[in-house]
Nanobody, 127 residues
Framework: VQLQAFGGGLVQTGGSLRLSCVVS????????MGWFRQAQGKEREFVAA????????YYRDSIKGLFTISRDDAKNTVYLRMNSLQPEDTAVYYC?????????????????????WGQGTLVTVSS
């Protein structure tokens, strides 16, 4: 399974970006997908997740209402729409995927749950 994330870049405070992650090599419709980020010198942290059906979504508290995760199974792609970006959102953003047995709720935020990872895309928010 390969995950390729793209869409990062430099944006001013208050701006928006949409990240995309294309998945190949596996039945995308059976995968739960997540986005994580890692700022320089900090640990990787959960951003958002979406179930294989798309009916469940989860977000870290600090970006609720600002970021939106979605998926398009026809394109094998998961998206992260990010609005009102702030300098503290600057990080490398990674997409991740895994099969789910049981509910996603209790594992969505745990990076060890995700078996497949993309290479990351850098988002820089200038102040």
């Amino acid at each position: 399974v390969q995950l390729q994330a793209f869409g990062g870049g430099l944006v001013q405070t208050g701006g928006s970006l949409r990240l995309s992650c294309v998945v190949s090599g596996r039945d995308f419709s059976r995968l739960a997908m997540g986005w994580f980020r890692q700022a320089q010198g900090k640990e990787r942290e959960f951003v958002a997740a979406i179930s294989h059906s798309g009916r469940e979504t989860y977000y870290r508290d600090s970006i609720k209402g600002l970021f939106t995760i979605s998926r398009d199974d026809a394109k094998n792609t998961v998206y992260l729409r990010m609005n009102s970006l702030q300098p503290e959102d600057t990080a490398v953003y990674y997409c991740a995927a895994s099969m789910v047995v049981g509910g996603l709720r209790n594992v969505a935020r745990d990076p060890s749950f995700y078996y497949y990872w993309g290479q990351g895309t850098l988002v820089t928010v200038s102040s």
